[in-house]
Nanobody, 115 residues
Framework: VQLQASGGGFVQTGGSLRLTCAGS????????MGWYRQTPGKERALVAL???????TYIDAVRGRFTISRDNSKNTVLLEMNSLKPEDTAVYYC??????????WGQGTQVTVSS
């Protein structure tokens, strides 16, 4: 199983980025998918969740600005990030959670938002 996150970069405040998590050896539609982020010295924290059934959950800090979605035909999970703020700067990770409890992490992708 491999999860590959991509799409990070450097943007100015108010800009947008789209992160993509691509999976191999795993079907994302059979898992609950999440995006997390981590800054230096802090623990990795949840940003958005997408259930197998398609319901989404966001932390307050990103609700209304970020959108998590899944493309079953490509076996990818996206995180559309709009109106980015400097406090969104972090390494972003995708995670797949199987109903059995097994979880898989992708490698991180750096997002940097300049003020």
């Amino acid at each position: 199983v491999q999860l590959q996150a991509s799409g990070g970069g450097f943007v100015q405040t108010g800009g947008s980025l789209r992160l993509t998590c691509a999976g191999s050896g795993i079907l994302f539609r059979n898992n609950h998918m999440g995006w997390y982020r981590q800054t230096p010295g802090k623990e990795r924290a949840l940003v958005a969740l997408l259930s197998m059934g398609g319901s989404s959950t966001y932390i307050d800090a990103v609700r209304g600005r970020f959108t998590i979605s899944r493309d079953n035909s490509k076996n990818t999970v996206l995180l559309e990030m709009n109106s980015l703020k400097p406090e969104d700067t972090a390494v972003y990770y995708c995670r797949a959670n199987a109903p059995s409890g097994t979880s898989y992490w992708g490698q991180g992708t750096q997002v940097t938002v300049s003020s």
